[in-house]
Nanobody, 122 residues
Framework: VQLQASGGGLVQAGGSLRLSCAAS????????SGWYRQAPGKQRELVAA???????DYADSVKGRFTLSRDNAKNTVYLQMNSLNIEDTAVYYC?????????????????WGQGTQVTVSS
């Protein structure tokens, strides 16, 4: 399974960006899709995630500003980021967890995208 992330960039404080992450491959099932971020000198943290049942969880720091959505037909998850502030500056990574069909059966899937830089300027 491969993940292709896009949509990062440079934006002024108060602006918006939309990240996309498309999963491709054969014979896989996604249980959880989400976005993480890692700022310089900090640990990677969960931003938002959605389960296959549609439950969405957000980090407290982004609630009310970020919206996670998905298109199951396209195996794509989106992160709409509004009211961005300087503290949102980080490399954003998409992640999917689930399972994929291997030769001898299903195996656990935990895949990461390549990361996309989001920079918010004052």
């Amino acid at each position: 399974v491969q993940l292709q992330a896009s949509g990062g960039g440079l934006v002024q404080a108060g602006g918006s960006l939309r990240l996309s992450c498309a999963a491709s491959g054969n014979n896989f099932k996604i249980d959880v899709s989400g976005w993480y971020r890692q700022a310089p000198g900090k640990q990677r943290e969960l931003v938002a995630a959605v389960t296959s049942g549609g439950t969405i969880d957000y980090a407290d720091s982004v609630k009310g500003r970020f919206t996670l959505s998905r298109d199951n037909a396209k195996n794509t998850v989106y992160l709409q980021m509004n009211s961005l502030n300087i503290e949102d500056t980080a490399v954003y990574y998409c992640n999917v967890q689930g399972s994929f069909l291997y030769v001898y059966g299903w195996r656990r899937l935990d895949a990461w995208g390549q990361g996309t830089q989001v920079t918010v300027s004052s």
